[in-house]
């Protein structure tokens, strides 16, 4: 069995933010009164992970102060795995026997969730990959047990990540849970969705409070 105490969370929040437009880092803009890179931090902060690890580069985010150990990667954009095999890396010195992979861009995942990620493991060995999915489509926040760290270190690029966690078990969460921000347009359907104070101050917002539960459903859909 798997467990919290005994496994490293990994977040990541380096990137270029190059859908985001003229921005150092999407993470630093406003989201319900707090950087959006610091939602995923702040969600999970209760959880007793052995080690906290965020692989930063542009972002402002003071992670530290939220007991994270804080890693630059000065090259994120080599390939699309650099971060994550930094901080496998860093839960292989930790002796970790998994770890727990989150985006700093998805700002809605939940501790909850994450518990049920480690409640799939239980008949797992330290082979496990339990990733998370809309129903349709699994993608982070993942659990890989220590097994897998050889295989992660050798991944470049991004699809063989997508093939490992295509290929593991699969929790299925709320679509809206697991909202990933790409975009200014992502972050406001989203601001507008959760009625976010940053959506009620801007002159193009369109809040969607009289928006039907059809109209709701469709909005979180284009954001995933």
């Given amino acids: ?40 931090a ?14 930063v580069d542009g972002c402002t985010i003071d992670y530290a102060a939220h007991n994270f150990t804080v890693v630059h990667n000065d090259a994120p954009d080599r390939d699309m795995a650099s971060s994550v095999r930094m901080g496998v890396d860093c839960a ?6 998994a770890v727990v992979i989150a985006l700093g861009d998805m700002p809605r995942v939940t501790a909850a969730h994450i518990y049920r990620l480690f409640d ?34 050798a ?8 093939d490992m966690i295509q290929a ?27 009625h976010a104070p940053e959506a009620l101050t801007r002159p193009d917002s369109h809040v969607l409070r009289a928006g039907s539960t059809e109209e709701r459903r469709a909005a979180v859909q284009d954001l995933l």
């Fill in 1 to 40: 069995m798997i467990a919290v105490e005994d496994t490293v969370l990994i977040l990541l929040a380096a990137g270029r933010s190059e859908r985001f437009g003229d921005v150092a880092s999407k993470l630093d803009q406003p989201f319900l009164s707090r950087p959006l890179g610091l939602h995923v």
């Fill in 155 to 162: 991944i470049t690029g991004d699809q063989g990540a997508r």
């Fill in 120 to 153: 799939a493991a239980k008949d797992l060995d330290d082979q496990a990959v339990v990733a998370s999915s809309d129903g349709t489509t699994p993608r982070p926040p993942v659990l890989i047990g220590r097994g897998r760290f050889d295989e992660i270190l």
């Fill in 42 to 55: 702040v969600a999970l902060e209760d959880m007793p992970f052995r080690e906290r690890i965020v692989v």
């Fill in 92 to 97: 292989r010195a930790h002796d970790a026997r």
């Fill in 168 to 194: 593991g078990r699969h929790v299925v969460a709320n679509a809206a849970e697991l909202i990933d921000v790409d975009t200014p347009a992502d972050l406001e359907r989203l601001r507008e969705l959760v």
